[in-house]
């Protein structure tokens, strides 16, 4: 069965089992609602989970799962990575992409590999902004605007940027 990685579980918030999930989807209002099920990865074994709420607090989604009602229960849990069945994805307009199909590709400035997408977080502005995770030098933070990210080809794992003056400090 193929998985979609949609979060990872950062802290617990409170004592009643509340848990911080860092959202790695578009989508974290339909992801992470009421009812919805959630496959929390142990040691490669996908453990089922059932939200039982949710709200937004801050950049985290706040979720409790059925079951799961105390901290000393849910705490072990903490850093761990949540899927959902491949199958329950929708489809995009064109141009849009799912998180998963960036996140690995290559980053190519000038027709060079600068270094690979290795995260995706959204901002309260208008745009997301791209981890570039570049080989002995910092990671580079590039904003998902057109201007920028000129060309995205998911089958080939590759975009190609043009950084505004500065924006890649290669000088680490």
């Known amino acids: ?5 949609v979060g990872k579980i950062a802290n617990t918030h409170g004592l009643k089992g509340e848990v911080k999930i860092l959202a790695a989807t578009d989508f974290p209002e339909e992801r992470f609602k009421k009812g919805n099920t959630l496959f929390l990865d142990v040691d490669g074994t996908k453990q089922e989970m059932t939200i039982t709420t949710y709200r937004p607090h801050k950049q985290f989604h706040l979720v409790t799962f059925k079951g799961f009602d105390n901290i000393n229960l849910i705490e ?11 199958e329950h994805v ?4 064109e141009h849009e992409f ?5 996140i690995g590709c290559e980053a190519v ?3 060079e590999v600068i270094g690979v997408v290795d995260d995706i977080f959204e901002t309260n502005g ?3 902004v791209w981890v570039i995770k570049r080989p ?20 080939a794992k590759r975009v190609v940027i043009t950084p505004i003056p500065g924006m890649i400090d290669d000088e680490d």
Do not use: F
């Not at 929708?90 to 307009?93: A, N, P, Q, S």
């Open 1 to 5: 069965m193929d998985w979609l990685y």
């Open 76 to 86: 072990k849990y903490k850093g761990l990575k949540l899927y959902v069945h491949a």
């Open 90 to 93: 929708h489809d995009l307009d």
């Open 98 to 102: 799912y998180y998963h199909e960036i």
């Open 109 to 111: 400035v000038d027709g």
């Open 126 to 128: 208008a745009n997301d």
């Open 136 to 155: 002995g030098k910092s990671d580079a933070l590039i904003p998902y605007i057109e201007s920028v990210v000129q060309e995205i080809d998911v089958d």
